[in-house]
């Protein structure tokens, strides 16, 4: 059985016991959180969101790029999230890879350049990181400066989160 | 207190009753899930999915941007994973919108068109939309052929997954 098939019956349960009643497309506690797709991390556990709770942008590394950016501008001008957070983790996939590096290996394995993201967005300073994806967040003319943003890490050993002060 | 504030005492409980043992960067069932931002579906409780288990890539549509397709080449070159599985859902924020009415909304609010995204990435249609992603990633150079790439509705209403079938 494939992984998608077995999701789909899980599923199956979770619709006979379905609870979570009518959940409106505005996230409750107007939170967007903006996170490494890490499968370690997740938010029902460690941060104690609910469905309906709040927005969860993912990507490799939890970076703010242009569609992560994109993601926020529709959270809060759309459905009207007021906060938002961005949570890197240590032992990160990308903390241990050199960009360059990994455009030549991937290219020869694959057999050709085409298709090669722009960026991996690889970095080596975990806290630095986040602080950039906070100036990028911060700085971007389409999110209003009365927004909070907070930076953090989640440590995958102990499940903590460290808030990151912006420089 | 700001909802990042609650959820650092929500992470301080989690701590103390940290279980998860020594998960590994790798995901356990070798997954990755591109989905939508929405708050309404979480993956513990939808889809059977525990922590450890998959990549959670997601942005506003669940659409396969360049960075999702970023993050799907790393979760699969990188980390292994080994399948892939598409969710868009009923009631999505962007099934409601027009690209360039948006555009234009936004950029007099903010009185600048300068950041604008370059698309939003609006739709009109749902299961369109999720065999336009499955084609943008099956299509993608540096996605293998043989990674199964499978497609979702997520019901928010009933908690039903529905799949669509590729073109």
Known sequence: MSVADELLKANEQFVKNYNLGDLA???????????????RILFERCLGLKPGDAHMIRN????????????????????????????????CGLLKVREDELKTRLAKKMGTGAGAPAHFHAFDDLEE???????????????????????????VKTGALSEVEAA
Chains 1, 2 share one sequence.
């Open 60 to 91: 490799a590394g939890g970076i703010a790029t242009e569609d992560a950016l994109r993601s926020l501008i529709v959270s809060h001008h759309l459905l009207d999230t007021q906060e938002f957070i961005i949570i890197n983790h240590t032992d």
């Open 129 to 155: 990181n986040v602080r950039e994806q906070l100036r990028r967040v911060k700085s971007h003319p389409w999110i209003p400066k009365h927004i909070p943003v907070r930076g953090f890490v989640y440590d």
């Open 25 to 39: 497309v505005r996230p409750r506690r107007r939170l967007a959180v903006l996170a490494c797709m890490d499968s």
